[in-house]
């Protein structure tokens, strides 16, 4: 697994700039600080065929009815920020989407440790039936 550098993620993505709201006054309603990162995953060079299907079944929920994988940011006032963030978390989004969990191997329980759960719960047991009155 080889993540793109940055120069070959700004190759192939495009960015779509528009007004975003929230605060930054009548700044908001005059500079398009919104970005939009749009990566076609069918013709990222980067990716072999094997990857590309790891990251379309895990990212699935994330695209569109094109294949195209869309990154949005509008938390800070600057454009440039903004598109900042967006390949932040295009990077970080790759990198976890590709990577590949290991299996769990089950492990047994070793005799000691359940003769030792048995030997203190018949102790508790006992010590429970010495506390009882006993009528003679």
Do not use: W
Not at 20 to 43: A, R
Not at 101 to 128: H, W
């Amino acid at each position: 697994m080889m993540l793109p550098t940055r120069e070959e993620i700004l190759k192939s993505v495009t960015f779509k700039t528009s007004r975003s709201g929230g605060k930054g006054g009548q700044n908001v309603n005059k500079v398009s600080s919104k970005v939009e990162l749009i990566l076609d995953l069918d013709n990222a060079t980067f990716f072999n065929e094997e990857e590309k299907v790891l990251l379309k079944s895990r990212l699935e929920n994330r695209m569109d009815n094109d294949g195209l994988l869309h990154i949005v940011s509008q938390e800070e006032r600057s454009q440039l920020l903004n598109k900042e963030k967006t390949i932040a978390k295009l990077i970080d989004l790759l990198k976890r989407s590709l990577q590949i969990q290991k299996k769990r191997k089950s492990t047994k329980i070793p005799k000691a440790v359940i003769q030792k759960r048995l030997k203190n719960k018949a102790a508790v047991s006992e010590k429970k039936k010495n506390r009882s009155t006993r009528d003679f």
